[in-house]
């Protein structure tokens, strides 16, 4: 096992660049040529670049301390508020494009879930790391993770620098040994790797979830005080399916065990109806829905995340891409996109999602959707150094009249060029520090025809929600 504690940051400083400020509320906004100071993983200062060049104070004092500062150079950069994907199958990277043009039906029973079945740890576990290498290059800090083999994925973030809260998929069906090794799981890892390493318990769906386990989970989620991971109400066919066998919405299935109460994050929602938006109102302090929109598009799914509803409701939005197999990227600037074109179209007002709220949803509610909005999700002192250094000087970014514009509907993950983690610089002008690609991709192309082959005709499960 890797050791699961955080290196020492030192001290860092990222001098020259322009940051990005997301306030709670309001206008996003630029600031111009800013020195950010980095002390043990945490902002410092953001100061106007050279403020104290002349005095050199930081430079003397690291001096006395014998402290060495590793100096960044952020001239013609944007630093931004590291990114966060709220909803994710991280070793899902594993199936990408092998589950395309089919309905969701055949995407569960035909292709995925047989699929899943060949998994091994090994093959999460590399999964897992190569989904992070793709995360750090895109700019992505932070990902909630829903996935089996859980040790394996919380060794990767471990391991690559990264920030992730993992909830270990639980199915009924698995029985109750499966259960218990979930909570043990969410007892040993949460709060690992210097805090980088959250849990969150991780019931598939009210539909593959009996109302014991639920209730059962959310009793251990309270004791534990981490939060609940669930898929509720992905679509609107799930809600009318639920209703029909039920008499309630699956969102009132998680309001009666007890979900609710302990604290969730509901992966997709496009399936809310109006009488859910009170249930989750109430809980609207430590509950989240992560919208990922292009897996909707992808299966023709309509209606989309009621974002519009919900924030109305006070209850907070994050975006997520879901894993590879559906969305094929984990570019979290495709995402945050997606969010803002469906939902103008979706309530055909072009004056709704502006650039700034896109920003503050994807970012400050990223952050608040895993329940860590006191660390991550801005770029001011106090908060861990979590930082994103853009470049926005390609072609398809100029002229640059607007760079949060230019974030939400210019920016490549490739336009990224640094990556800093609890003031850990994990890629640095485009290099990766904590990750060996060239041996990941070696080992995906190893295993793949293997994961990928349906022959055997089993399943983890079968999708009849």
């Not at 799930?238 to 009132?252: A, D, M």
């Not at 607007?402 to 800093?420: E, F, G, K, Q």
Request: hydrophobic content about 45%; glycine content about 8%.
């Amino acid at each position: 096992m890797s050791d699961r504690t955080t290196p020492s940051a030192g001290r860092l400083l990222v001098r020259g660049c322009d940051v990005l400020r997301v306030p709670p509320t309001g206008e996003c906004e630029v600031l111009r040529a800013r020195d950010i100071v980095v002390a043990d993983g945490v902002i410092e200062a953001i100061r106007p670049s050279g403020a104290a060049a002349h005095a050199q104070p930081d430079a003397d004092a690291d001096a006395d301390a014998d402290v060495d500062v590793d100096v960044i150079d952020g001239r013609g950069m944007l630093a931004v508020p590291g990114l966060v994907n709220a909803h994710t199958h991280s070793p899902m990277v594993l199936m990408r494009g092998a589950a395309e043009d089919v309905t969701v039906e055949g995407w569960f029973n035909d292709r995925v879930w047989p699929m899943e079945s060949n998994l091994t740890p090994a093959d999460v576990r590399l999964g897992a790391r190569l989904a992070c290498a793709e995360m750090i290059r895109s700019g992505v800090t932070t990902f909630a993770d829903h996935y089996f083999f859980p040790e394996q994925i919380a060794e990767a973030v471990a391991g690559t620098g990264l920030r992730a809260d993992i909830a270990p998929t639980h199915f009924s069906s698995r029985g109750q040994e499966a259960l218990e090794d979930t909570v043990r799981f969410a007892e040993e890892w949460h709060g690992a790797a210097g805090g980088r390493v959250t849990v969150s318990l991780g019931p598939h769906a009210p539909y593959t979830v009996d109302d014991a386990d639920l209730r059962t989970l959310a009793g251990h989620a309270r004791r534990l005080g981490v939060r609940v991971h669930v898929h509720a109400a992905e679509h609107l066919e799930q809600t009318h399916s639920s209703l029909e066998r039920r008499g309630i919405t699956p969102i009132r299935v998680l309001h009666e065990t007890g979900v609710l109460d302990a604290g969730a994050l509901i992966a997709h929602g496009c399936g809310i109806v109006e009488q859910d938006l009170p249930l989750l109102a109430e809980h609207a302090d430590t509950t989240a829905v992560a919208c990922c929109p292009k897996v909707y598009l992808k299966h023709a799914l309509s209606p989309l995340t009621p974002v519009r509803e919900l924030l109305a409701a006070g209850v907070t939005v994050a975006a997520g891409t879901d894993g590879a197999a559906g969305h094929n990227t984990l570019d979290m600037w495709e995402a945050l996109r997606l969010v803002a074109l469906t939902q103008k179209q979706a309530v055909r007002d072009a004056t709704w999602m502006t650039v700034s709220d896109t920003l503050r949803l994807a970012l400050r509610g990223g952050a608040r959707a895993l329940g860590l909005q006191d660390r991550i999700g801005a770029l001011e002192p106090g908060m861990r150094a979590d930082i994103v250094l853009t470049d926005l000087s390609g072609t398809h970014c100029r002229p640059l009249h607007d760079p949060r514009a230019a974030l939400v509907y210019s920016a490549r993950a490739s336009d990224v060029r640094t990556v800093i983690v609890d003031g850990r610089v994990l890629m640095r002008d485009g290099e990766l520090l904590t990750v060996d690609e060239g041996e990941l991709l070696a080992g995906a192309d190893a295993v793949v025809a293997r994961i990928l082959d349906t022959s055997h005709g089993t399943a983890v499960q079968h999708y009849a929600p």
